[in-house]
């Protein structure tokens, strides 16, 4: 079946800096969303894209798709305290095994 | 006040028992998922169901029964055949079953069979 895959699992940042997590499919993807899960919550959707090579922005996060729609990236700025938890990307029902995200003050 | 609903919030339960799970929504979604989370495996489908009396099967479904008799309630029964069943259970339903509906998600089930 589709495998979706997420690196790098867990990801130590400094405040201020930047950091991205990557997400690739074994197949072509119609559509990638990605969802946050702060600890001891449940995921929360975040945003949803759909075309190719399609960039989309909310803040201080980046959302893009690749060209071939078999990957994803999310990219933060500036990273702050209220990035803390796990991102997750999925495609089809298929979801990544997520990046957990903790920062240093 | 709309949302989603998965009791109860930590289960426990001996080994070899059944234990049901509820998921119930008031978004008037008609597709509903069963989720399993393990650390460091992500979310693996276990049920969906995109109508009324109809559900399919996921990637880890073997273990678990679910029903969809009513279109707001989706429970999950994992029975004594699961052989690793502690893990945070999250329940979610979307608008519709494709996949470019957003999913919202329960506060989950956290069961731990001793």
């Known amino acids: 079946g589709q495998q979706v895959m997420q690196i790098p699992q867990y990801q130590h940042v400094q405040e201020g800096e930047d950091f991205t997590t990557y997400c690739n499919s074994s197949?072509?993807?119609?559509?990638i969303q990605w969802y946050k899960q702060r600890p001891g919550g449940h995921p929360v959707f975040l945003i949803q894209?759909?075309?190719?090579?399609e960039v989309k922005k909310q803040k201080r996060l980046t959302f893009q798709f690749g060209e071939a729609k078999k990957n994803s990236s999310l990219h933060i700025t500036a990273t702050q305290t209220t990035d803390v938890g796990t991102y997750f990307c999925a495609g089809k029902l298929s979801f990544g095994a997520g990046t957990t995200v903790t920062v240093r003050a | 006040d709309g949302g989603i609903t998965q009791s109860p919030k930590y289960l426990f339960r001996k080994e070899g028992q059944n234990v049901t799970l509820s998921c119930e929504q008031n978004?008037?979604?008609?597709?509903m998922y069963w989720y399993r989370q393990d650390p460091g495996q992500g979310l693996r489908l276990i049920y969906y169901s995109q109508i009324v009396n109809d559900f399919q099967k996921g990637d880890i479904a073997e273990g678990y029964s679910v029903s969809r008799e009513k279109k707001e309630s989706f429970p999950l029964t994992v029975t004594s055949a699961q052989k690793n069943p502690t893990a945070f259970y999250l329940c979610?339903?979307?608008?519709?079953?494709?996949?470019?509906?957003?999913?919202?998600f329960g506060p989950g089930t956290r069961l731990t069979v001793l």
């Open positions: 978004l008037n979604h008609d597709a």
């Open positions: 894209l759909v075309k190719s090579g």
């Open positions: 197949t072509t993807l119609s559509n």
């Open positions: 979610a339903s979307s608008l519709g079953g494709s996949s470019y509906n957003e999913q919202f």
